[in-house]
């Protein structure tokens, strides 16, 4: 799950004769990061986590003249933040109240530095990180490799949103590997019209009751994320 990059290096001949380009890095390195080269193109394959690695690129003129040049490569483990699952399915607001639930995970290969869990709000029954946040949720440090726990929030007395489906959704302060599955499944919640007579203009995190589990490691931090 670790990325490949590829790139045209800067060598010109003088004589217009054709190059052939090739890259190196100690052996001894090769645990972290090997090269391979196709024409012109050189990519850097990641194998393992490690900061500023030296690859060295030589151009070779048929002649037999050479040109170096040295880049510096960092390589990134990548994490991979989900839902595993979300609920409930559907359910009417009863008092003014409903509840959403959610499990979180990152099943990458790394340790999620920073990562946010939004309440989103779609007219359909899919959710994306494009659709509008209905609540800011939580911002988690440091989340392990092949940890989560659950999330639950209740919410109380806030007026119908005019949109039916709710989900959980996770982003990341940095790349992560699938971000296809970072987003729940929509959760319907129906707004009877006795819920009107509540509150006007209520901010959406005005009641809740948060659950948080801690990691079993303790390298993680969790904290709401009231910033707005």
Not at 63 to 77: N, Q, S
Not at 164 to 184: H, Q
């Amino acid at each position: 799950m670790h990325d490949s990059i590829s790139f045209l290096p800067c060598f010109t001949d003088p004589d217009a004769d054709p190059l052939t380009i090739s890259a190196e890095v100690a052996h001894h390195q090769k645990v972290y990061v090997t090269t391979s080269v196709s024409g012109e193109t050189v990519t850097l394959h990641g194998a393992s986590e490690h900061r500023l690695l030296p690859v060295t690129v030589t151009a070779t003129d048929p002649a037999g003249l050479v040109a170096a040049e040295e880049v510096e490569v960092t390589i990134r483990g990548l994490h991979d933040l989900t839902v595993l699952a979300a609920g409930p399915d559907s359910q009417t607001v009863g008092d003014g109240i409903f509840r959403l639930y959610a499990r979180i995970a990152n099943i990458g290969e790394s340790v999620a530095k920073i990562s946010t869990w939004t309440v989103r709000l779609s007219s359909d029954s899919v959710i994306t990180i494009a659709d509008s946040i209905y609540d800011p949720g939580f911002v988690a440090y440091n989340m392990p490799v092949g940890d989560g726990g659950p999330l639950q929030i209740e919410f109380g007395y806030h007026d119908d949103p005019g949109k039916p489906y709710f989900g959980w959704c996770g982003e990341s302060a940095t790349p992560e590997y699938n971000v296809a599955n970072n987003c729940s499944k929509g959760l319907r919640v129906v707004f009877p019209d006795s819920t009107a007579e509540g509150p006007r203009h209520s901010s959406p995190s005005g009641s809740h009751e948060v659950i948080v589990r801690r990691f079993p490691a303790r390298k993680s931090v969790w904290r709401r994320n009231d910033s707005r």
